[in-house]
């Protein structure tokens, strides 16, 4: 955990380092204040003694003050009239309060500030981070830390510049100065309970450090419960688990009630030790003080400033133990927003660890010596033959493959494997695949056979640990700044189940082109069969949807993102299970655009439609490919994958694909 701290206090220096003008002008005027504030008590004491002196107060004789507290100070012994000590006390007061009130601004403002900008860092730092990460996150979780712990930073931040901290601290240095100014032995006095506080002070920063940084963990747990369950009400309730639902969320967050209450507990007794310590150590003071006025050695009224002293310093004390308590908490708090910052983008690809391949990928006869094992553009099949594990090798020699010919790129999977983070199996095993430019390629299989992984890591959302991806020849790297490297590889994807995010239809479908004009997005929007419904949206293009907004089906909302997709124009087509939800009419019409689009394509589907119109269809099971070819060839192979699916899908109208 030391590591930890370490990696968690700098994270909170450099978030605070671009105010450092902020915070150093605000210590300046909090060290004015106190300095204000400590001035105080020695007018009083003058007040006191000057009352005295005009015999106002009975007692021995006035000149006893044998040590008078502006002796030290440099303040004149008799001041000259009464006025006077009132005027300085009055403006004593009046600079400590305007003090006072510019150290609570700057210091608000600080914390505002700085929770503004961990914030912003956090939120850019979660963007960036790779698919990997958010496989082991929950997002109640994610969004605890971002918000949660980010305020309690944030407060507790300026309550220890400005309110409690750093005064206090400054205030129990001042006073025990002022005492040992003017009797060194009352500060001993003073000063003798100190190892024993600090001790108890300890106790408090560590213990609370530790149980805030589980409450605020067992706090997400139940914030992510409750937001899971509440998105999902409607199971909930025709389920009718209401009840146990309820219960089981009373559950988790009594967990946390429970840790409070300990801690509850531990504050109890340290506030109670605390104040005897502080409260035996004024007896002890009064009883010294007191018989060295007896003594005649100070005056009556230089006890009395002493006594004021000794009271800055219980109180302050006690709140600097308060506030440690809190900058333990915040300690908590920033550990938990610091894992998230702590790890960077994963390392680029390994290209080294790709030369080697040799695995079953189908003896490519092609001429051209790649792994093309793709069967060509239909018509263009030369009755591949002599190919292993049933992948069919007709050579692409139409020409077109030389490079990324006229709005199309050519794809490359080259001896690629791929586990997910935490996984015991290979999702994907030795994938080989090419798809040359302009070609529509159709992956098929069994549910879990490792399509969706393909076109994940085709997106570079995640990196295989051996292999690599090659679009034109180059490999797919992640981007510095988090981005996959797929719309930089003029990649556009529609993936499985889209969200819509909240705002209007346009802006929806220019999400990855927001300048995009409005004729782009009709075009768009026409391709995709999108802009008959939205012309009947009571505001159109403007319609708010998403969460908040106007509710569309999910066919609806599939056709929206086939519209921010297919307005990118892209290189790089990759369609997840898209037409699903599609109805037959709207399958129809987004299947002759997508035909007639130049882009490559690999879509992953199971309505027979779709697939055996494509150029190339790839069977894969076991996170392996096991057949390739055109429909006709592999209907052909008996006892083939495909084949079989074909005919479950004759028995329906759609592949037999239960979704996980
Ligand atoms: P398909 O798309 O063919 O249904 P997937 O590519 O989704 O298959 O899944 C391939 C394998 O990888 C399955 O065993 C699945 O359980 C696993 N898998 C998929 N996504 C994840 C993930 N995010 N984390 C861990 N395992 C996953």
Known sequence: PAVAHKAALRLAVETLRPDWLLLAGTMVALAATIFFTLLFPLLIGEVFDFVRAQGGLAGKAAGAAAIN???????????????????????????????????????????????????????????????????ASTTGDLVSRLTLDVTVLQTTLADFIGQRGFRSMFEVVGALLMIAVQQPLLALVSCAITPLLSRLLRAVVVRSSAIIYQRQT????????????????????????????????????????????????????????????????????????????????????????VNVFNLFISIGLSSVAASLGELGKALGALERVSELVAASHPATQDVAATVSSGSAAGTSSSSSGSHSASAGAPGHSSNGHGSSSHVIAAGSSNGSSSSSSRGASGVELRDVWFKYPGAMNWAVQGINLTIDPGQTVALVGPSGGGKSTIAALLLGLYTPQRGTVLVDGKPLVPKTDGGSGAAEAGMAAVLQQPMLMSGSVRQQIRYGKPEASHDEVLAA???????????????????????????????????????????????????????????????????????????????????????????????????????????????ALEGGTYRRLVKTAELGAFWAHAPA
């Open 525 to 635: 929007a026409r391709a995709a069969h999108a802009d008959e419904f939205v012309s009947q949206l009571p505001d159109r293009y403007d319609t708010e949807v998403g969460e908040r907004g106007h509710v569309l089906s999910g066919g609806q909302k599939q056709r929206l993102a086939i519209a921010r997709a297919l307005l990118l124009q892209p290189k790089i087509l990759v369609l997840d299970e898209v037409t699903s939800a599609l109805d037959v009419a709207s399958e129809r019409y987004i299947s002759s655009t997508l035909r007639s689009m130049a882009a490559t394509k690999l879509i992953i589907a199971h309505r027979l439609s779709t697939v055996r119109q494509a150029d190339v269809i790839v069977a894969v099971a076991d996170g392996r490919v096991v057949e390739q070819g055109t429909h006709h060839q592999l209907l």
């Open 69 to 135: 507290p502006f002796a030290a100070a440099g303040v004149a012994a008799t001041p000259t009239s009464f006025t006077a000590v009132l005027l300085k006390l009055g403006s004593c007061l009046v600079l400590s309060a305007t003090g006072n009130a510019l150290v609570a601004w700057c210091s608000a403002l600080l914390g505002e500030r700085f929770g503004y900008r961990l914030r912003g860092r956090l939120m850019e730092t979660l963007l960036r981070r790779d698919q990997a990460f958010y496989d």
């Open 218 to 305: 067992l706090a997400a747990e139940a914030l992510e419960y409750a937001a899971e369950r509440l998105s999902q009400v409607q199971t909930v309730q025709v389920f009718a688990q209401q009840e146990r639902e309820a219960g089981a969320f009373a559950e988790l967050s009594g967990s946390g009630y429970q840790l409070a209450q300990r801690y509850a507990f531990f504050q109890g007794v340290v506030e109670g030790a605390g104040r005897l310590a502080v409260n035996v150590g004024t007896v002890a003071l009064l009883g010294f003080g007191g018989w060295l006025v007896i003594q005649g050695r100070i005056s009556v009224g230089a006890l009395l400033a």
